[in-house]
């Protein structure tokens, strides 16, 4: 059972466009929620995470919108530009004790056309 | 560099046969973490390691097996390949036995061809 789904599965915008990743997960245990980044060849790399004790946060152009009740929470990136074509994955985890893993999304390629 | 170091970067391997997957964690980083990733699967969680203690598995098949040893590098074995066992394996590693506020440092995987 997937216990974070992600969407669009592909994104393609303009470069200064504002693309928006969504996710939306089932386990409300579920604390810590971080997007990670990846490029051809090379392992995924945090990008900026949040937790559910606010509802937003931002990062540079990076900015994460979270809803609690909803359980839903999205990336987006602001004036987007080539070189931040790349899969993004949503991902989720629980702080509690014997629950160390991330649970991931099945990512979003996305594509800026200059 | 992310400073997780991975090898080899590639393997080709018949069916049926044993590769070992090897994985040098960042300085100072306890855990290791083993993720697949395939293109109709995702990120797979394997298994992780802290300080050389396995603290908790995920899909991992029985013909898989993992080990951190003491100087805190991780091997990922995997045995009886099928072809299906193709994938990109990643390593992570972070400071604690768990994710906290700075998640995963990911190495650049070992993309694993079984022929």
């Known amino acids: 059972q997937q216990q974070v789904k992600q969407s669009p599965q592909s994104l393609i915008v303009q470069k200064g466009g504002i693309p928006i990743i969504n996710c939306a997960y089932e386990n409300t245990a579920f604390d810590y929620f971080p997007w990670y980044q990846q490029f051809p060849g090379k392992g995924p790399a945090l990008l900026i995470a949040i937790r559910p004790d606010v509802s937003e946060k931002k990062e540079g152009r990076f900015t994460i919108s979270f809803n609690k009740s909803a359980k839903q929470f999205s990336l987006h990136i602001m004036d987007s530009q080539p070189g931040d074509s790349a899969t993004y994955f949503c991902a989720a985890s629980m702080s509690g004790a014997g629950s160390y893993q991330l649970t991931f999304g099945k990512g979003t390629k996305l594509s800026v056309i200059p | 560099d992310s400073g997780v170091t991975q090898t080899p970067k590639h393997l080709i391997t018949a069916t049926g046969q044993r590769v070992t997957l090897r994985c040098s964690p960042r300085?100072?980083?306890?855990?290791v973490y083993w993720y697949q990733q395939s293109l109709d699967q995702g990120l797979q969680f394997l298994i992780q390691?802290?300080?050389?203690?396995?603290?908790a598995k995920g899909n991992i098949l029985e013909r898989f097996s993992a080990q951190q040893f003491p100087d805190l590098h991780s091997e990922l074995n995997l045995s009886s390949l099928e072809l299906g066992d193709s994938a990109l394996y990643f390593c992570a590693s972070s400071r604690r036995d768990r994710v906290g506020d700075y998640g995963y440092t990911f190495g650049s995987g070992t993309r694993l061809t079984v022929v």
């Open positions: 300085s100072g980083d306890l855990s």
């Open positions: 390691y802290y300080n050389g203690e396995e603290r």
